[in-house]
């Protein structure tokens, strides 16, 4: 216990070293696929960069700003923030169905003037850093006790049950997968997630039951497409064209029919994945997730770097949102999963995302800036 909440030797890291000690390679590959994103908005407007492709680049600026700004701050800050950090995201999930702003039948933003924010992407970040700090108070020894999962499942299912009244299905799925994953890093044993998936396995009737109309519609459309080609099929069935006709080398450079003769619906946000592959082709495609996959590994590196449990679980965690991210947008326009509405990190429009995802990996270099930070128990504090 002494070993794990021991402090190394105080140094104070001035900018000047923390710049040296910055991963540059992982910001120039984060920055490498927002040029592949920026490229592919280009396209999908037919050569301009009006309307999207130029306000992702001042996104893009915005978010590297806050990424920096985070990097270079003190990680105790963020272990002391935490919980107030989950709270207010809370609170702001809360509102939404209050003061939320309508759109699409669904009500997930809050308006601020002429602009507007997702607070569930918020929550994204603050669910990771409020589990986080939470295993970093837990003693390991504690971990397996059924009372230490009380506090890490209200943390994943009050922010899912507030997601799914507004509805937003695919983003309380995502809470689920990442509280999980977090859970799983910070070493629960196996035996409970054999029991969950068995209490899901018998709940899904009853879930069925409580699903809205179009959610079930989307069910029962990734299981047939074929049954209303033109109405609720329409989507997946133009993306599995589009990919199927980019063949291995893609049409080219703006030259994907699907997406510059709008027959794909949504091909600037969601389904960007498919308009590339029709382009750029398998090839093109795997090369994209190859560097998703590269992503990936680096965030593992810098994670298995860090002395602390906090440290490790935060950059854990952006790991898992951005492979859950991933993972869920391809697998849906390729119709291995049903349509949730799920962005493809970085390379899809949207600002709320963008940001979220920028925020997120300025923890992950704050995590490996202070790699050697170890906390004292007066810092950690007690559960709350």
């Known amino acids: 216990m002494k070993m794990l909440f021991a402090q190394a030797p105080a140094q104070k890291l001035d900018l000047a070293k923390k710049l040296l000690l910055l991963n540059w390679p992982f910001l120039a590959l984060i920055t490498a696929i927002v040029l592949v994103g920026i490229a592919a908005l280009y396209s999908v407007a037919g050569g301009t960069f009006e309307p999207w492709a130029g306000r992702q680049v001042i996104r893009y600026c915005v978010g590297l700003a806050l990424l920096f700004a985070i990097a270079f701050s003190d990680i105790r800050w963020w272990l002391k923030g935490a919980y107030p950090l989950f709270f207010c995201a809370l609170v702001l999930m809360a509102l939404v169905p209050l003061i939320g702003v309508e759109s699409g039948g669904a009500r997930r933003w809050i308006g601020v003037g002429e602009m507007s924010f997702q607070p569930s992407e918020m929550m994204k970040i603050a669910l990771v850093l409020a589990m986080a700090r939470y295993y970093q108070w837990l003693p390991p020894e504690k971990i397996w006790r059924p009372d230490a999962l009380i506090p890490p499942l209200l943390m994943i299912g009050l922010p899912a049950i507030l997601a799914l009244v507004q509805p937003d299905l695919g983003t309380a799925a995502l809470f689920a997968i990442i509280g999980a994953g977090m859970m799983f890093l910070a070493g629960v044993s196996w035996f409970y997630f054999g029991g969950a998936i068995v209490a899901v396995v018998v709940a899904l009737p009853h879930a069925w039951e409580k699903l809205h109309d179009y ?44 997406a510059q003769l709008n027959f794909l619906p949504e091909k600037h946000t969601d389904f960007i994945f498919t308009m590339f592959s029709e382009e750029m082709g398998f090839i093109g495609a795997m090369v994209l997730l190859a560097l998703y996959l590269l992503a990936l590994a680096f965030i593992l590196f810098m994670a298995l770097r860090c002395r602390s449990m906090f440290a490790r679980l935060v950059a854990g965690g952006i790991g898992l949102t951005l492979f859950a991210y991933v993972f869920i947008n391809v697998a849906m326009v390729t119709g291995l999963v049903p349509v949730v509405g799920v962005p493809l990190p970085l390379v899809s429009y949207g600002g709320t995302s963008m940001l979220t995802m920028m925020i997120g990996f300025g923890f992950v270099l704050n995590a490996h800036v202070n790699r050697r930070v170890m906390f004292r128990p007066a810092e950690v504090g007690g559960l709350w």
């Open 215 to 258: 959610q079930k519609e989307r069910v029962l459309t990734f299981i047939d497409p074929e049954r209303d080609p033109l109405g609720s099929g329409y989507h997946i069935l133009q993306s599995k064209i589009a990919i199927g006709s980019g063949g291995l080398t893609g049409k080219g450079f703006m030259h994907g029919t699907q």
